[in-house]
């Protein structure tokens, strides 16, 4: 008899069940070999189709029909073989042929590794150049390694490189940025897509080149400033393709060169697309408008010279301000037509840097007076705007008041000798009436001077920092919104070449027409410009709440809009034009660029066509204005002074804000 505690028969799965865990089964083998497929590298290719054939063969053993009728006798087969290759191995082994066999076998090895090395991609930056499978347009996207490491370190980085024209993020991180380069991708090609207002309309094409990478030693500084590139030129593409006077749509291609650490590695393969794309559509192509770090223009530059009829392509950078782009400032003489094609919309260095020494000797009050405090100059020597802007600044006191301090981009460890100085060499009056009281002078970027500051309160906090405040003033690259902890975007003076504090009055009755409904703001928040109320109308908050500027437009963003303006100026100069391609006809017209931008006057010069005796002079604006601004302790902006730069020449008086003296005395309050 049975007892009660025995189990019941074991029943059967029906036909439901055993359909469900069959899809299952099935979506898994579908998802593992397809997610191979796309990584295009035989190796896990093979690996995931072996791995579905184990897994099925290993599901089919659980089927005691299928293991008596196939498995069995296969088994039974191995041993059979597997006795038959012993015997012809003991006969070998008699007649002293191993050692010949093992060679065979070696030989093997070696040649199977040598066809599975030369048939599988592998992942480095070289990749595809020479490959046939690629468009030939230039417009695809490559996965790379990059080495991002200085001072013989290496710290290899994945990104992907190359040209879009379909929404398809850059970054692999994107999804941590709440999609915000996948949203901007959308905004940028629904316009390509054709609105109502470019149904009817031929276009013309530009190609956006900015940085759109996230890495271990790249967080934020350049995706940053790519997310705002993007931001500035849609806002551009926006308006350009609804000013009813216009008869042509503008159509954006988004290429991404990585990060500012891998431009040396990833430009050159960037720019061969790019010419690759220029010759495939010469109907359309206008040019390339970004390579917004003075390190990504010396790569493209380069570049450019090394590829036949490269200079035709123009390129227009937003933000690049080094003095010189030459890949060796000292070598001599540049290529022919190096510069040929190339413009700007800011100033370079060497007038950011005499405007904020005029500012801190002639007009802070001798709050800045370097006479009277005692500077130390933080420059990165390997980063060729801090080393420009910190020599610049140097040499324009006759290296007699500040001390330099070299640190690395990026690297938060290297700033401990000049935090060192600054805490042997503090002036605090109260205990010491004759001293004279540091001051910093920071030539570097947001993000690097964001970790400073926290430095500099740690030590505070410690008691090691004890002179009340510490003046830090510095150029262009200090005013990143989205760069700065909250309390870090306080306090600092500094040079920029546009502000959303201060929007050119001027170019409201030039340039590309913000539309109507953009007038006007909706909600009552500060700085009212039009295009201030249309960048919120778009962006809304653009940074987390808890950063400074969430909800305005950054220096990347105006600077964008004024350098794909420009690229607007010189087409409607061409317009009646009969040359074969928009290039021959565009290129006639750059020095004819003229008009009341964002971010103040943009004017165009000849072009320096670089011949045998050219000296290494980039095509910089004309007469473009200077400002000088300052944060104050609730990290609010403040423009305090604006210099009209007649090419180098300084005016003998910048024209001041109103109250900037006291203005100045709020911005200088605090740590």
């Known amino acids: 008899m049975q007892s009660a505690s025995s189990s019941s028969p074991k029943k059967d799965w029906g036909c439901l069940a055993k359909a469900f865990i069959g899809l299952i089964y099935l979506a898994f083998i579908i998802s593992l070999v397809s997610s191979a497929w796309s990584t295009h590298n035989a190796l896990v290719i093979l690996g995931a189709i072996l791995g579905a054939i184990g897994s099925s063969f290993l599901a089919l053993l659980q089927i005691d029909d299928f293991r008596k009728r196939f498995f069995d006798p296969f088994i039974r087969w191995l041993d059979t073989l597997e006795q038959d290759i012993m015997k012809v191995l003991k006969l070998l082994v008699a007649k002293r042929v191993s050692v010949p066999i093992i060679i065979i076998c070696i030989l093997a090895v070696f040649l199977t590794g040598f066809v599975i090395k030369d048939f599988t991609p592998i992942p480095e930056y070289t990749q595809h150049l020479n490959d046939s499978h690629t468009p030939s347009n230039g417009i695809f996207v490559t996965s790379i390694q990059v080495d991002e490491g200085k001072d013989n370190q290496r710290i290899i980085s994945d990104m992907n490189i190359g040209i879009i024209d379909h929404t398809s993020p850059f970054n692999q991180y994107d999804a941590n940025n709440n999609s915000a380069e996948r949203n901007l991708e959308d905004k940028i090609f629904g316009e390509n897509a054709g609105k109502q207002e470019c149904r009817d309309k031929p276009y013309v094409t530009i190609i956006v080149a900015t940085v759109l990478s996230q890495t271990v030693t790249d967080t934020g500084l350049s995706s940053n400033v790519g997310l705002d590139n993007l931001r500035g030129a849609y806002m551009a593409q926006y308006n350009f393709n609804r000013d009813p006077f216009q008869h042509f749509c503008l159509h954006l291609l988004i290429a991404n060169f990585g990060t500012k650490g891998a431009v040396s590695q990833t430009v050159p393969i960037l720019m061969k697309q790019i010419k690759s794309y220029a010759d495939s559509d010469p109907q359309h192509f206008m040019g390339v408008v970004g390579f917004p770090f003075s390190v990504s223009v010396i790569a493209a530059l380069s570049s450019r010279s090394s590829i036949p009829s490269g200079d035709d392509i123009p390129i227009i950078s937003p933000s690049a301000a080094a003095d010189s782009f030459a890949a060796d400032p000292n070598a001599g003489t540049l290529p022919a037509h190096f510069y040929t094609n190339f413009y700007r919309v800011v100033s370079p260095v060497k007038v950011e840097s005499k405007v904020i020494e005029d500012f801190m000797a002639n007009h802070s009050d001798d709050h800045l007076a370097p006479a009277k405090t005692k500077t130390v100059i933080f420059r990165d020597p390997g980063d060729r705007y801090s080393n420009s802007l910190a020599n610049d600044f140097f040499q324009h006191f006759n290296g007699g008041v500040g001390v330099i301090k070299d640190y690395r ?20 009056p109260s205990l010491q009436p004759s001293c004279e009281p540091i001051q910093i002078f920071f030539a570097g970027y947001a993000d690097d001077l964001n970790t400073l500051k926290s430095k500099l309160k740690a030590a505070r906090d410690e008691g090691d920092l004890t002179q009340p405040t510490i003046p ?72 987390p709440i808890s950063i400074y500027g969430s909800e305005l437009a950054g220096t990347h963003v105006l600077l964008m809009y004024d350098a794909v303006q420009a690229f607007h100026n010189a087409w409607s100069h061409s317009s009646q034009e009969t040359n074969p391609t928009i290039l021959q006809a565009i290129n006639k017209h750059w020095s004819d660029v003229a008009f009341q931008g964002i971010s ?10 670089n011949s045998a005796n050219a000296s290494d002079d980039p095509n910089n604006p004309i007469n473009k204005p200077v400002y000088v601004a300052c944060t104050d302790s609730t990290s609010q902006i403040h423009v305090i002074a604006r210099y009209d730069v007649d090419d180098t020449q300084l005016p003998a008086q910048p024209a001041m804000s109103d109250d900037a003296s006291n203005t100045l005395k709020a911005c200088l309050k605090g740590p």
Not at 418 to 427: L, S, V
Not at 500 to 525: E, L, R
Not at 603 to 608: A, D, G, R, V
């Open 409 to 428: 981009v990026g690297q938060p460890e290297t700033f401990k000798e000049g935090i060192d100085y600054i805490i042997a060499h503090q002036c605090n």
């Open 600 to 609: 103040g006057k943009i004017l165009f010069p000849q072009s320096n066509t």
């Open 472 to 543: 830090i003033t510095g150029g262009e690259g200090l005013y990143d919104l989205g760069s700065y902890n909250i309390g870090n975007y306080a306090n600092l003076v500094f040079t920029l070449n546009a502000s959303n504090a201060w929007i050119n009055p001027g170019s409201h009755s030039d340039g590309i027409p913000i539309p109507p409904q953009f007038q006007s703001c909706s909600d009552q928040k500060s700085y009212n410009e039009p295009f201030n109320c249309e960048f919120r109308a778009f962006f809304h908050q653009v940074y």
